[in-house]
């Protein structure tokens, strides 16, 4: 679910910030301490699981909820390869 564009973000913001908030409550009951958390404006909650990797996002507009493979994770959070110059 969407926030509606003509909404103004005086509403929609605290809303979307009550919403993550309850959530967080919710999973952490259920699943323990978040693996990694990310401060606002654009928080971002993260459990790491023998079987899933959970990730819960607070965007300008909506929270995000994630579902992904740890071995797709596992490979998301690899560093970037480091190119040297051909000069």
């Known amino acids: 679910?969407?926030?509606?564009?003509?909404?103004?973000?005086?509403?929609?913001?605290?809303?979307?910030?009550e919403?993550?908030?309850?959530?967080?409550?919710?999973?952490?009951?259920l699943l323990?301490?978040?693996?990694s958390a990310e401060p606002e404006p654009k928080a971002a909650l993260r459990w790491d699981l023998p079987k899933?990797?959970?990730?819960?996002?607070?965007?300008?507009?909506?929270?995000?909820?994630?579902?992904?493979s740890p071995g797709y994770q596992a490979w998301v959070d690899e560093p970037e390869p480091e190119y040297e110059d051909e000069d």
């Open 32 to 35: 323990g301490t978040a693996t």
């Open 52 to 68: 899933a990797v959970i990730s819960l996002h607070l965007g300008v507009n909506a929270i995000d909820l994630r579902l992904t």
């Open 1 to 17: 679910d969407v926030a509606d564009d003509a909404t103004p973000m005086t509403v929609v913001r605290p809303l979307l910030v």
């Open 19 to 29: 919403g993550f908030t309850n959530l967080d409550v919710a999973f952490t009951a």
